[in-house]
């Protein structure tokens, strides 16, 4: 799971030290510039993926770097619950795919980022 902010024009996903383990991957720090959006829409074949670097393991957990459909995209997914969906430019992933620690939740992480970005909700 991961910790989502903003501050100073720049968006933090900060992943559990579990997270970083099962996805051999440090947290995020991205320029809002970079940041084309935010969404909780899974794509419909999410799991037709070839992981890269990190964990596999299904439906129980996908964590690290995969190639989903020609686009090389970061997994923080576990089960089938929500995600937040946070799309990039200038990066070398095209999207994010994490969980959102609690209270906080997929779709509020999303209005956040959007509305920083200036976009109406």
Known sequence: MATVR?????????LSGADMFWAVHGSFHIPLANVAGAGTTKPPSFWESLQLIGSNLGSIKMAGTFLYHGDVVFFDYSND???LVIELTASRYKHLFVHVDPPDSPDQAARRIDAALGKAL
Do not use: G, P
């Open 6 to 14: 903003i501050d100073d024009q720049t968006l933090h996903i900060e």
């Open 81 to 83: 619950e929500a995600v």
